[in-house]
């Protein structure tokens, strides 16, 4: 499974990006996924996940109200939308996908793209 992450940028407080992470490879033994999280000098944190059918989502506090998860399966591409944002959410942003066959059980990880907001 291959993970590549798009859509971070430059932004002002308060304003709005969209990302999207896009999977390629054995997608169809892809369970949940996730954004995470890293700012400098900081552990990297779940943002947000979903299940594999997008039935449930969950949030860190910090992202409740604000972001919002979804995915596209038929796209094999999972998003996260980022509204009101704050100068706290600059870091840098990564999916992540739990593969699961008979045979094995692992995280996937993309490269990472870069959000920052400016004050």
């Known amino acids: 499974v291959q993970l590549v992450e798009s859509g971070g940028g430059l932004v002002q407080a308060g304003g709005s990006l969209r990302l999207s992470c896009a999977a390629s490879?054995?997608?169809?033994?892809?369970?949940?996924m996730g954004w995470y999280r890293q700012a400098p000098g900081k552990q990297r944190e779940l943002v947000a996940a979903i299940t594999s059918g997008g039935g449930m989502t969950s949030y860190a506090e910090s992202a409740k109200g604000r972001f919002t998860i979804s995915r596209d399966n038929a796209k094999n591409t999972m998003y996260l939308q980022m509204n009101s944002l704050k100068p706290e959410d600059t870091a840098v942003y990564y999916c992540?996908?739990?593969?699961?066959?008979?045979?094995?059980?692992?995280?996937?990880w993309g490269q990472g793209t870069q959000v920052t907001v400016s004050s």
């Open positions: 992540k996908a739990h593969y699961s066959d008979p045979k094995i059980e692992i995280d996937y």
């Open positions: 490879g054995s997608t169809f033994s892809i369970n949940h």
